[in-house]
């Protein structure tokens, strides 16, 4: 729907946002305009924010179970270091994706 996607954009423009602010605040920091302790504060609030989204953004996981189940698998997958597996994760994430004929 229309909020949803409103919604979608907002979540993007504040995560997009935190690697900007994160750049402004670590220049901030070292320039001893603010103190470390206070600087590291805002950029923990503002990452953790993002979290806050997760219970309004339920109703549209819910209505996307597979794409949640790739999502949450490439997580999984990702928490390892091992670039051989990042690979087959990668093929098999493309054929899920394009060829597999799944309605995400």
């Known amino acids: 729907s229309e909020m949803d996607i409103k919604f ?3 979540l993007f423009l504040l995560n ?6 994160a ?3 670590h220049t901030l920091r070292f320039k001893k ?3 470390p302790v206070l600087t590291f504060s805002i950029y ?5 924010a993002t979290f806050l989204a997760i219970p309004y ?3 549209m996981f819910e209505g996307h179970k597979a794409l949640c189940a790739l999502c949450f698998s490439g997580i999984i997958v990702n928490m390892t270091r ?8 990668c093929a098999v994430s493309l054929y899920l994706l394009e060829y597999s004929g799944v309605d995400w």
């Not at 091992?82 to 994760?89: K, L, Q």
């Open 82 to 89: 091992s670039r051989p597996i990042h690979a087959v994760w």
């Open 8 to 10: 979608i954009r907002g």
């Open 23 to 25: 750049v402004f605040l």
């Open 44 to 48: 923990l609030t503002q990452i953790y």
């Open 33 to 35: 305009v603010l103190p």
């Open 16 to 21: 997009v946002g935190t690697v900007s602010i």
């Open 57 to 59: 953004a339920f109703k």
